[in-house]
């Protein structure tokens, strides 16, 4: 059995970009009025998001907001942490 430590699995992760240009690319393709729907069931983020056209609408409405408010937290964190063997963010 090949001996994988949780480092090398969090580092084989895709990007948070990659997963949004995935919802994105999956929700253009929907219907405009399923696209609605999904959008009034996300209940301005609140719902849980129980399936994957709810997951990908709730990316498409506030991934771009997520990233920025990732970005302004990484700001405030000490550049040394960037070096040597960087950091891995799970949200």
Do not use: W
């Not at 994105?24 to 719902?47: A, F, N, P, T, V």
């Not at 405030?76 to 799970?90: A, E, K, M, R, T």
């Amino acid at each position: 059995m090949k001996n994988t430590t949780t480092e090398g699995i969090i580092r084989s992760f895709p990007s948070f970009d990659y997963f949004l240009g995935k919802a994105k690319s999956h929700i253009s393709q929907l219907s405009q009025k399923r696209q609605e729907i999904l959008k009034d069931m996300l209940d301005h983020g609140k719902k849980c998001l129980n399936s994957s056209d709810l997951l990908d609408m709730y990316l498409c409405c506030y991934g771009d907001i997520h990233r920025e408010q990732l970005l302004m937290a990484y700001k405030q964190l000490p550049s040394s942490l960037f070096y040597n063997n960087g950091i891995s963010v799970i949200d």
